[in-house]
């Protein structure tokens, strides 16, 4: 112990211990899993469960889900639930369930609430009779008492994101003027009866958990003061208050989801950025305060408790980058720890379900094939890895993992590919510790790491293979427009970014030239982002879209950045760009830097020469098709695991 | 590499890299097998896909009927299609996927093609419009698109079998009098605006693969001029031309499947029987060619490949039976590939659903409870294994594999049992092979193999077993028919077979004495097969019985070969046999050599004589019932693997 005691000490509420301070995040499953895991009503639940959390958090909607019944106590769904309780417990960590206390659409597609109206879903909202409050708080109020009786160690009540509690708290969306609506007193009043409904359920000896959203993030929210006055009022009947932020499915369609990253934050939002909150409940009220979001560094955990401004840290997408992390912690072994890079794959809206996968951790939704060790080869070969890129050294580790005799060649001075640039970026924090992570496993490797060695193929068929990764990545592409001379790759600026001074045009505003032009701006330089598509990042997913898109507009009005979308290229001066837009009007942008972020290409040609050497050859990462981290890491995973 | 330098030359096609000339066919699984394995989509697709090839391939269909989607690319398939790719993709294989092209009935039971009329599968067909055809070619180019975007590596589009590519192309089926119909350039019309348009769909840079019937084996077919036509027409879209020939579900029930063993094929024909047709290609068209149906021999392979009759070779079943073929290829371990013995009972059809299994592959569709490699076991026994026909070995194999002290006791000169009668037929070299294979494989093994030894009960106690597996099999049955003794057993003129000379009645027209009817005949012998059923080899599965059939037609009008069905032999005489029809009308037919083919009975006697030397005692094989290869094996393995 020592580095860590505050995180590591246990915590009494009532009858009930908690091991420690950490609290995994109930988090759902995309329903079509069918073949890829075993299915335990939450994400990555089998492992969470392993991981060392002192409470391990269940979704009472997904495990539904799981039993196809309407109630997860039901008789024909208590098999499942049983089961899932068992995983739960399997390594000495409570067992929380998760209720909902939300309005879902009718057979109509109306939705409960305070109001008639529009929901904030987009639906047509109905305004909720007293008498149905009423069964609504019956009806939770027994749910959270068989929840207890069946053997959960705590439920948690979801107030915050899309719940009755945020919707009747919003004085836009409350136009009620019964004793529900109007002042903060009576659009706390259904939540605040609710909460006591069910404690007298459970008892004043069962923990009871509310997580809440401290703001919506949208016009239509409620204040911090208001969500202050709630808590107090509950103080008595709770036990824990959860901070989070936003809401789920503002808008009800993908592109206007903008209050989700508040709730699942992308790489733009600071790392616990709730934290401030918890510090105040934890100042006007007795309440014990757990955080939600961002949590991913143990030092920061360590000290937010240690100053007393929360008591536990609750960890959702970074527990399925590592659901060791509390492990890993508690042993000393934080080095150790696989960072979440924030880039939300995992969660099944950022691509409507094309990619669900981590970035970093193969084995998401993949128990059934990817076991937590791989065993050693029967017949270990030479392995030669070309390219020290994250696709590269990911390959490297798991070959060695596997016991084979890994050579690992990176040309430059330094492992990390592309990912060197993200030393100089306000928002890459993430891939660098990422990377930083990397490094530090193959240091602790037996991987021959041979910097500063061009990969020839004379080279390589010297060190008489079995097998070949080549991972040699892509090149930024330098597009066929006059006077291309006179712009740089945009790449090439983050070293030196503070020395950018003066009007910018970026052509190409995928998510290399967005950021940039971003950051560049707030360094408070005129940027004008020139983007063929009809979106800055278009290609990129949906939560980091929104991510973006919600860090240009929280700069406010002083950012000086203009997006050209729909718009190309025809030449490039020596002081600026002509434009062309989608309606063949010309226009001239001056500019003092002129910056390339066009994309990449695969370094085929180069790929293609260490073909041939040995048949056990394959091409992984940037220079198989130009990609993220989330493609090389799973596919060098495999690649590696099954050499 | 060296002995197989081509097969494993990797290709270049633009862009994309193939590691080696082998290629993984789609085939597809039997919904049924919710408890029978993971189902990734497509037959044995887990360990295809971990097994060397170059390629992997799925079929669509496989994919729908996880997701239970319309289309692979739906928003609720994705997370599954996801999944299959990366399994696909697990050891660095490329991934293709398969699309329909096809005209399959709609509810009302009509299929679409080109003409009103009579569908190839027995229902009614209706013309397409030139709007149907417009929509299905823009489905089909959708598809392309969005498998490419998804990431896969290929399409393969079916222009083969029972597609509207063929049934375009006769000039049975196709009636039409416009633009697509008439002459061989319109009846190739449809099927080239079709590739055209996906070629421009996908761009230049994606690689095609078209798979074709050469002929479609019935008497509709066009002709394979007219294929190499429409070869020669669509040569700069498609890179890959994969030629099989027959069809699938002609005539639309079981009994006239007779062009599924063209494309599926059996024992009857020549392994590659379509590598002929390759070379033409190869010599008339500017595309790479892959050949599809009997490839096994990887000799054969790359001798095919040297010579270039072909580039590539498609692996369908033998993948069934041994999906690491391409690895031991490599590895120079060849000899330890299972060899296919092309019984055909892993297509559904075959048994309709009846026994599904693959005669020398336990794990096929049992990835769940079969593993690649078995555990030693913690406590190992002397197993005594009695008979050394093939489920012996396997026994005596599995046993050994496990790390048990094994003895096989064999009373003859020579391990392989009933197999030994396949050194002389025409149609038995997969059975040779696989009998070799099980010597090579004992050979290697740890197994005490005792030849010339009777397995007395005595000499069984004084080995002190602690486990026997009897596998003594069973005895041609001699009917009790009066002059039986002027009739030899069938099995017993293997050995002599060109000594046979003048006219044959076979009593017993079950696989063996068809079988053997067919090799006499073919050696200019009168033939007479007397058999009590309905039909030749009623017993057998549907395509040997169509592979049979069509042996048969195939060898021409001088065949000189008769079935007497539902008839009987009531005395044999010394110059011939007096039969019974199902009239009661008697016949005699004269004939010099008198054959018993009335199958076999199990050694019940012997088999329980080694019942109480030790209580872990069990048959299996023959003596246990009488039946095939595919029983003794899969039985043998799960009784040695749980010893």
Not at chain 2, 140 to 162: N, Y
Not at chain 2, 340 to 362: E, F, G, K, M, W
């Amino acid at each position: 112990m020592g580095k860590f005691d505050h995180l590591f000490s246990p915590l009494r509420i009532h009858d009930t211990i908690l091991k420690n301070r950490v609290v995994t995040a109930p988090m759902s499953v995309p329903t079509a899993t069918l073949i890829s895991t075993t299915q335990y009503g939450g994400m990555s639940l089998l492992d969470k469960a392993a991981g060392g959390a002192g409470v391990v958090t269940v979704c009472e909607h997904k495990l539904r889900s799981v039993t196809l019944q309407e109630n997860v106590f039901q008789k024909y769904a208590r098999d499942v639930t049983r089961e899932v309780i068992s995983v739960m417990r399997q390594a000495g960590g409570l067992s929380q369930i998760e209720l909902f206390f939300h309005g879902f659409p009718d057979q109509d597609g109306k939705i409960p609430g305070p109001s008639d109206g529009i929901h904030h879903t987009g639906g047509q909202m109905k305004a909720l009779t007293k008498a149905e409050m009423q069964t609504i708080i019956a009806d939770l109020s027994q749910y959270a008492r068989d929840a207890k009786d069946f053997g959960f160690d705590m439920v948690m009540l979801h107030f915050g994101h899309d719940s009755y509690c945020s919707v009747f708290m919003s004085p836009v969306w409350n136009q009620r003027t019964d004793e529900y609506g109007g002042s903060i007193e009576n659009r706390t009043r259904f939540p605040r009866e609710a909460i006591k409904a069910i404690r007298e359920a459970v008892g004043p000896d069962f923990p009871l958990m509310v997580r809440i959203s401290r703001e919506l993030m949208v016009p239509e929210t409620y204040t911090e003061d208001d969500m202050m006055t709630f808590i107090k009022s509950v103080e008595d009947d709770v036990d824990i208050i959860n901070v989070s932020a936003g809401m789920d499915c503002y808008g009800g369609t993908i592109d206007k989801y903008v209050a989700n990253n508040y709730a699942m934050p992308s790489i733009f939002i600071p790392r616990m950025y709730n934290l401030d909150f918890c510090e105040r409940v934890k100042k006007e009220t007795d309440l014990v305060a757990c955080v939600v979001g961002s949590v991913a560094d143990p030092v920061a955990c360590e000290a937010a408790i240690a100053e007393g401004k929360v008591d536990l840290v609750m960890l959702g997408r970074q527990l399925v980058a590592d659901p060791f992390w509390p492990k890993k912690a508690q042993e000393g072994r934080e080095k150790e720890i696989v960072p979440c890079l924030r880039c939300l794959n995992c969660y099944h809206v950022a691509t409507e379900h094309t990619n669900v996968q981590c970035s970093v951790n193969p084995r998401f939704r993949r128990e059934n094939r990817v076991p937590l060790k791989l065993t050693e080869s029967k017949s270990p070969k030479r392995v030669v890895i070309v390219g020290g890129g994250p696709a590269g050294m990911k390959a490297a580790l798991v070959a060695d993992e596997r016991g084979h005799k890994v050579t690992l060649i990176e040309k430059s001075a330094e492992l990390g590919g592309n990912l060197k640039y993200a030393d100089y970026g306000d928002y890459k924090q993430d891939v660098v510790d990422y990377r930083e992570y990397l490094k530090y496993m193959l240091s602790k490797s037996q991987v021959d790491v041979q910097l500063n060695t061009p990969a020839t193929e004379e080279y390589v068929r010297s060190l008489d293979p079995e097998a070949i990764i080549v991972a040699v990545g892509a090149d930024f592409i330098t597009p066929n427009i006059p006077g291309v001379a006179y712009a740089i790759q945009a790449a090439s600026v983050y070293p030196r970014l503070d020395e950018i001074d003066g009007d910018v045009v970026i052509i190409g505003g995928g998510s290399i030239g967005s950021e940039l032009g971003l950051e560049l701006a707030v360094r408070e330089n005129k940027v004008t982002v020139v983007e063929q598509n009809k979106a800055l990042a278009e290609r990129s997913n949906w939560l980091y879209r929104h991510g973006l898109y919600n860090a240009i507009k929280d700069q406010g009005e002083d950012l000086d950045f203009t997006a050209k979308l729909e718009t190309t290229v025809k030449e490039i001066k020596e002081d600026g760009v002509v434009t062309v837009d989608k309606d063949g009007n010309e226009e001239f942008v001056p500019a003092d830097h002129i910056l390339l972020a066009v994309g990449t290409k695969p370094r085929k040609e180069l790929a293609i020469s260490f073909f041939g050497i040995t048949p056990e050859t394959a091409m992984v990462g940037d220079c198989y098709k130009a990609s993220q981290i989330l493609e090389g890491t799973n596919e060098a995973y495999f690649l590696a695991a099954n050499l | 590499m060296g002995k197989y330098e081509n097969l494993f030359a990797p290709l270049e096609v633009r862009n994309t890299v193939l590691k080696n000339r082998i290629l993984a066919a789609p085939m597809g699984v039997p919904r049924a097998n919710i408890i029978s394995t993971t189902d990734y989509g497509g037959i044995s697709l887990y360990d295809k896909s971990l097994g060397g090839s170059a390629v992997v391939t799925v079929n669509e269909y496989g994919i729908i009927n996880i997701s239970k989607q319309k289309n692979a690319f739906d928003k609720y398939a994705r997370d599954v299609t996801r999944e299959v790719l990366s399994v696909m993709r697990q050891a660095g294989s490329l991934a293709q996927i398969q699309f329909g092209f096809h005209g399959f009935p709609d509810e009302n039971g009509v299929s679409m093609g080109p003409s009103d009329g009579t569908s190839l599968t027995g229902g009614p067909m209706k013309a397409m419009t030139k709007d149907d055809m417009q929509a299905m070619i823009e489905e089909l180019c959708e598809k392309a698109v969005a498998a490419r975007d998804f990431g896969f590596d290929m399409v393969m589009i079916p222009m083969g079998h029972d597609g509207l590519g063929s049934v375009f192309l006769s000039p049975v089926w196709n009636k039409r009098t416009d633009e697509y119909g008439g002459s061989v350039e319109n009846r190739t019309r449809f099927q080239r605006e079709a590739i055209q348009a996906v070629r421009a769909a996908v761009g230049p840079d994606f690689p095609l693969m078209v798979r074709v019937s050469r002929q479609l084996m019935v008497p509709e077919s066009y002709s394979e001029d007219d294929m190499i036509y429409f070869i020669q027409s669509i040569e700069e879209e498609v890179d890959i031309i994969i030629v099989s020939a027959g069809m699938d579900c002609y005539g639309g029930s079981i009994d006239k499947y007779i062009a599924n063993t063209y494309a599926h094929s059996t024992i009857f024909l020549p392994r590659m029987h379509n590598l002929d047709f390759c070379e033409r290609i190869k010599q008339e068209c500017d595309v790479l060619v892959c050949a599809v149906g009997g490839v096994s021999d990887p000799e054969v392979s790359e001798a095919a490949i040297a010579e270039g009759k072909v580039d590539l070779v498609m692996l369908g079943r033998q993948l069934v039976a041994d999906p690491f073929w391409p690895k031991k290829v490599q590895e120079g371990r060849e000899k330890e590939i299972v060899p296919c013995i092309r019984c055909l009972n892993c297509y559904h059809i075959s048994t309709v659903h009846a026994n599904v299994q693959c005669s020398v592959n336990p794990r096929f569709r049992r990835e769940n409870r079969v593993p690649l490699a078995l555990a030693k076991a913690k406590s190992p026994k002397h197993v005594v294994v009695i008979g050394g026909g093939p489920a012996g070995m396997k026994a005596a194999l599995v046993a050994d594999e496990r790390g048990h002290d094994v003895t096989l006791i064999e009373k003859s000169a020579e391990l392989g049992g009933n197999l030994k009668y396949a050194d002389y037929g025409d149609f038995k070299e997969d059975i040779v092979n696989y009998r070799e294979y099980l010597k090579y494989m004992l050979s290697e093994s740890n197994v005490d193999v005792q030849l010339n030894t009777t397995a007395t009960e005595e000499y069984v106690k004084s080995l002190e077993p602690e486990a026997i597996i009897v596998a003594v099999g069973a005895d041609f049955i001699t009917p009790q028919i009066s002059g039986v003794a002027y009739a030899v057993q069938a099995a017993s003129v293997y050995p002599r077979l060109d000594e046979i000379d003048g006219d044959v009645v076979i009593i017993g027209g079950g696989s063996i004495g068809s079988e053997l009817g067919l090799e006499l005949a073919a050696r200019e012998n009168k033939v007479t097969i007397v058999e009590q059923n309905s039909a030749l080899a009623e017993r057998s599965n549907w395509l040997y019985r169509h592979g049979l059939y069509n042996a048969i037609r195939d060898a021409g009008e001088d065949l000189d070969l008769t079935a007497m069905l539902e008839t009987t032999v009531k005395e044999i005489k010394e110059d011939g046999v007096v039969t019974v029809d199902k009239d009661g009308t008697e016949a005699f037919v004269p004939a010099k050599f008198i054959l018993l083919a009335v199958g076999t009975k199990p050694r019940k006697d012997l088999a329980m004589s080694f019942y109480g030397i030790t209580p872990e005692t069990a048959m299996v094989g023959d003596c246990y019932k009488a039946a095939q290869i595919l029983e003794g094996t899969n039985e043998a393995y799960f009784l040695a693997a749980n010893l």
